[in-house]
């Protein structure tokens, strides 16, 4: 169950946000560690099927589109990273 539903589902039983802080923060790592998982995984197979195409053991469309995977991946995965740097410095110049 998410935590948006959990959310929902508590709203009306007068649940308290405060009563399970943890719980966001293990879904959130969770999804990241997912994230990364899923594009090393991407990572790696574009990685194995270049080097098949060079042996000449693989198709050519198999080998362009999984090369055009991976190069979705580590631009999605870069920007991923600016937004979470930009959100850094935007916390740390905040008043305290």
Sequence with gaps: MGAYTRAATGAGKGLDARDKPAAGGDEFADLVKGALEEARKIGERSEHLSVQGIRDNADLNQVITAVAEAEVTLQTV???????????????????
């Design 78 to 96: 870069v920007s991923v990273r600016d937004k979470v740097i930009e959100a850094y410095k935007e916390i740390t110049r905040m008043p305290i």
